[in-house]
Structures are given as C-alpha cells and as structure tokens.
C-alpha cells in the first residue's frame, strides 16, 4: 500500500517526542507540568449553567457558520476589544482555532503562484500546524527565523524576491507562541504593505491577545482598517482556550473578507465538525463577559511578576511580553529537560521540538520552553527549582 510523500519527512509531533525523552526515566521529585499550553485557572462561573439549560441542543445538529446569537456575540467582542466592525458574514465560529489555521490554507491556498509552487511563511519555531497546512496543500512551507535578532518575530521583508512572490499566505503568531512578543502597529503596518506588494494573505494567530502585562496587543483587523486594506488581505484567528480558561470547549472564530470566510465556511459543510450547539451557548455567553477575562489576566501578571523575580538577574532572561509561556536560554534544550526532569520532576518543553533545521540551524534548539499554567505557589516552586537545576 502506498502513503502520500508530502509528509513523509514531518517530524514526530512534539509531546510524544517528549514522552520518549522522559518517560523512561523517573522524575526527581513531584511532578509539575509545565509543557502544555492548557490553562488552569477557573472557567467562567456560568459554563455549567448554560450547558444544563442547553442540553437538549444535543439533539440537533449545529449551525455550520456559528448561531446567529455567537456570531452576534463575536462581533460585539471585535468591536470593543479593536474598534472595528465585522459583519456576520465575515465571521466563522471554529471547533477550535487549530481547526481553521488549517482549513484555511486547504480553502484558500492557491495551486500556483507567479508560476511555480506556491510558498507559506511561518515562523521559526512556531505552531506546528502552521507547516502541516503547507504541505498538505502541497507547497512550500518556508521557515523563517524569529530569534531575538528580529525581537522573535519573523521578518519576512528580508526573504528575496524569489520567495516572495510566490507566497500566497503568511502565519504570524501574536502573541507569539513560544517567546511572548508582541507584532505592534508598526510591524503589522509593514506586513501589510508587504503583503499589498507581493499579494499574499495574512493569517494572524493571535489565540494569546487577551492574556497580556500591560497594554493590550494590537491585532490584525485594526491595522488592517487603520491602513485601508482590503478585508481578504487579513484572517484573525481567536480562542476561548486561552482567553476563558476552555481548551476543553474547542472554540474559537476566524475573521476575515466575505470571500475568504464564504470559502472556508463551504469546506466546513463538506469536510468540517461544526461545534455542538450547547458549546456554542456557553461560547456566546463567553465572548459578551469581560469580567472572568479580567480576573484571569491578573492572575497571569502576578506570574509575570513572579517569574521575574525569580530570573530577573539572569543572563539571557527576556520576560514576555504577553502570552503565557517562558522561553527560557539554555546550551541545549533536550539536555535541559532531561536534566530538570530526572533531578526535579519538573516538565517543560525543549524548544527544538517547536522549530525546524534549516540550514543545519535550529532556533529552538538552545531553549526550553515553560508554560506558566499551574496554581501560583505550586508555579512560583517550579520557577525555582528549574532556576536552581538549571542556572546554579
């Protein structure tokens, strides 16, 4: 029996990876998890009451596109949180925003472009479902560096003629997914002009945007509106997963040109799992109440201060600016978890396994990543036992 090629050469995802490095050895000491990106901080107080008044929705399928009552909902959350206005129509409720990330590209990546392959930018290290999409839309994924040479974000300027011209969609995390930089409104300006000139799309992940210190990350629709691009130059991306305290419920929402979101809502009604209509009435409840958000956030900046506390003198340390992740310099990452694994118990991510070889170059090879989602105090111990293993 035969298997397609075009993914042949794609790693093994990043968790088993790390369950073999691990899980053959004993841990040190109480194990902490600090390698997944599932937050553990309440959900908002009203999930179970809406799920038990909506559970006869079971019975029915869902809407394709999102309720009428979420789509509404979506839209109001988009004009406060970026002063713009999205249309229903503009607008697709995800079973999860991993899901998009990658219909997107099977919905909307060209066969051709300027005559050859098409090429999509992702960043490097990055989502790992960012380069799945590429190839299965058979083209060529291309991973550019954002270390912090380029203040961890990718600079796509910088990619020749060559490549430009052929890209038809470019991800871009922001919040970036693992260094917790931000794409201000300078940086989305760029990309946006950029995108005008070679004619690409724009696929901005920005899953991260409500967990922030102190100034609420630019987004994507904004710039676009502020610059007067063309609505399908842009999708944005968003999830309850980060921003409620859901991994659990799958939800999130893309936005975009009517075009764009017209072709991707017609590859859901053949291909796709709408999300169940219970789980749209706790999502609708979720995108209309700030108030969890706001309790939610403060929790993360005490983490923040914490963590800086804890590695504020440290050679290397760049607290993020948003997110909820540390990335985190050391000589070598699969060595680090290892080490902090079999002295501690403590388990964090090493950042290779987010990143891609290119040129014989890994730019997550010297890093590990931590996520800062378990209960404060138990945190604040793990912060410093993985100080004290790894940066004695």
């Known amino acids: ?50 799920l038990a008044d909506s559970l006869a929705g079971f019975a029915r399928y869902p809407s394709n596109e999102g309720t009428p009552d979420l789509l509404a909902a979506i839209s109001g959350w988009l004009t406060r949180r970026y002063g713009v206005t999205v249309p229903d129509a503009q607008i697709m409720a995800l079973n999860g925003t991993r899901e998009g990330l990658f219909n997107a590209a099977l919905a909307l990546c060209p066969e051709s472009k300027a005559g050859g392959q098409p090429v999509i930018l992702t960043p490097n290290p990055f989502y790992q479902v960012y380069a799945v999409a590429a190839l299965a839309v058979g083209a060529q994924p291309v991973y550019v560096p954002a270390t912090a040479n380029t203040g961890h974000l990718p600079d796509y300027r910088a990619l020749p003629d060559e490549v430009l011209n052929r890209t038809a969609i470019a991800y871009v995390c922001s919040p970036a997914n693992p260094q917790g930089a931000v794409a201000d409104r300078a940086y989305w300006a760029d990309l946006l002009a950029l995108a005008e000139q070679y004619d690409f799309q724009i696929f901005a992940d920005e899953c991260y945007a409500e967990i922030y210190r102190d100034t609420p990350p630019p987004g994507i629709l904004e710039a676009a509106a502020e610059a007067g691009a063309s609505a399908e130059r842009v999708l944005s991306f968003h999830s309850l997963s980060k921003r ?21 809502r017609q590859l859901r009604a053949y291909a796709g799992a709408p999300l169940p209509l219970p789980l749209q009435a706790v999502a609708t409840a979720a995108w209309n109440d700030e108030a969890h958000v706001t309790v939610s956030r403060e929790m993360y900046r005490e983490k923040y201060r914490i963590a800086d506390a804890v590695f504020g003198g440290m050679q290397g340390y760049v607290p993020p600016q948003a997110g909820f992740f540390l990335w985190l310099p050391v000589p070598d990452g699969e ?58």
């Open 1 to 50: 029996m035969s298997f397609p090629e075009r993914f042949s050469n794609l790693p093994e995802y990043a968790f088993p990876r790390l369950r073999a490095l691990l899980d053959v050895h004993q841990p040190g000491g109480t194990p902490v998890a600090m390698t997944i990106g599932e937050p553990r901080h309440p959900m908002p107080p009203f999930v179970g009451e809406i």
């Open 244 to 264: 409620s305290n859901l991994p659990g419920l799958r939800s999130g929402f893309v936005a975009g040109g009517v075009e764009s979101i017209r072709r991707i």
């Open 335 to 392: 060595d680090a978890a290892l080490r902090l694994w079999r002295e501690t118990g403590v388990r964090v991510l090493p950042g290779a396994y987010l990143s891609r070889d290119v040129d014989g170059v890994n730019p997550g090879k010297s890093y590990i990543r931590v996520a800062m989602v378990a209960e404060r105090d138990e945190m604040q111990t793990a912060l410093i036992q993985l100080r004290d293993c790894l940066y004695p």
